[in-house]
């Protein structure tokens, strides 16, 4: 090879870096990352088959987290023990290892092949460390072109695994910080729904059933996971609201209605004054408008059918069912079957016709038994 021909290769590597390295840093959602980092990696290499492993919680155990190639169905979700295999020794050692011919190497672990029916005859593991952090270990399977995996092959390896390790950091940490944040709005809803002994658990059925019928909607999964905590939060503003009031027995006076009815105004203002208000934007639409109706009899604003927001659309229809079918001081509460025949009686009217038959379909699956409703993986958050 020439020195034309070595520079335009070296350019070709860069380039895939950089195309690489910005498509890594473009996604925090944790799943999405494990699947590009893997999948990057593969392509820059040109690898037939490849894992990502990631250490558990405790440090003892790597996880294949993401695997794609001829037997990736069967090593997904595979653990290795702390101390066995070659992906545990490169962490172990922060040293990439190339090897031409596993057969021979005292490391190989043929657990994996003889479990999955693939035969890995050569392979490439480098490990992913940012700041000191072990955070697990990528493998590489077999070049595509039948050749063992070069010298410049675990260099450009090494160069993306440190761009692969950020990205997997940034992204933990954003899963953590989002698991911490969504903890602590439970916690306020509980504490919450606490002040009144007839809602108790209001607040976290609500934000159920508002994701069942966004993902029976087909919504994405971020906005899924939006509208959950924006349910969670809906009724925040009754923290306003007097004691008395929320736990009258019986019937409420016109005034004290309107009194309740500011629930839904104290709760925008309280969480439009969170930061960063951008993150905050859905909570405060939804809080503000979940008493809308189409129709515009709904309070605050009297908003009309798609004035309304989506998510505050959505949670109505879940906050009645809810309220129609738990013992209340004015009511023994309605049966799963007869709130539903309620739902659809006001379909189109009240509630948006799409959102009823999410909420009817639901109901339908598990028999009226909303307690043995399973979602797919993906949506329980």
């Not at 809906?234 to 609201?241: P, V, W, Y």
């Not at 203002?269 to 709904?298: F, W, Y």
């Not at 009645?320 to 006001?346: I, K």
């Amino acid at each position: 090879m020439n020195d034309i021909q070595q520079l335009e290769q070296r350019i070709q590597e860069l380039i895939a870096l950089w195309d690489a390295a910005k498509d890594l840093n473009s996604h925090l959602e944790l799943d999405k990352v494990f699947d590009h980092i893997l999948q990057q990696m593969m392509h820059v290499i040109g690898a037939e088959a490849g894992t990502l492993w990631i250490v558990d919680a405790e440090g003892q155990e790597l996880q294949a987290v993401s695997a794609f190639g001829p037997a990736a169905a069967e090593i997904l979700d595979v653990t290795m023990p702390q101390g066995q295999g070659i992906v545990w020794k490169v962490l172990e050692t922060g040293q990439a290892e190339r090897i031409g011919d596993v057969s021979t190497h005292a490391d190989w672990n043929g657990r994996i092949d003889r479990e999955s029916g693939f035969h890995t005859s050569s392979l490439m593991t480098v490990p992913l460390i940012i700041k000191g952090q072990s955070l697990g270990s990528l493998q590489l399977l077999n070049k595509r072109d039948g050749e063992g995996f070069t010298e410049q092959d675990l260099r450009l390896a090494e160069a993306l695994a440190h761009q692969s390790a950020l990205a997997l950091h940034n992204s933990q940490m954003y899963d953590e910080l989002n698991r911490m944040l969504l903890s602590m709005i439970r916690t306020l809803a509980t504490v919450l729904d606490a002040r009144d002994p007839y809602t108790s658990g209001h607040s976290g059925r609500v934000a159920n059933y508002s994701l069942w019928i966004a993902q029976k909607m087909g919504l994405p999964l971020n906005e899924c996971e939006e509208l959950y905590k924006a349910a969670l939060l809906h009724d925040i503003g009754k923290i306003g609201i007097r004691d008395e009031l929320l736990q009258k027995p019986g019937r409420l006076t016109q005034e004290e209605y309107s009194t309740i009815q500011q629930h839904t105004l104290i709760g925008a203002g309280i969480l439009g004054n969170m930061e960063p208000r951008r993150a905050m934007e859905q909570a405060v639409a939804t809080a503000k408008s979940h008493h809308e109706r189409l129709d515009g009899s709904g309070y605050p604003e009297g908003l009309v059918g798609e004035a309304i927001p989506l998510f505050a659309r959505i949670v109505s229809v879940a906050d009645t069912f809810d309220a129609m079918t738990t013992v209340r001081s004015y009511s023994n509460g309605f049966t799963p079957q007869q709130g539903a025949a309620e739902l659809v009686r006001c379909r189109g009217e009240l509630f948006e016709a799409e959102v009823v038959d999410a909420m009817i379909a639901i109901l339908e699956e598990c028999d009226y038994d909303l307690s043995t409703y399973k979602t797919e993986r993906r949506y329980q958050i």
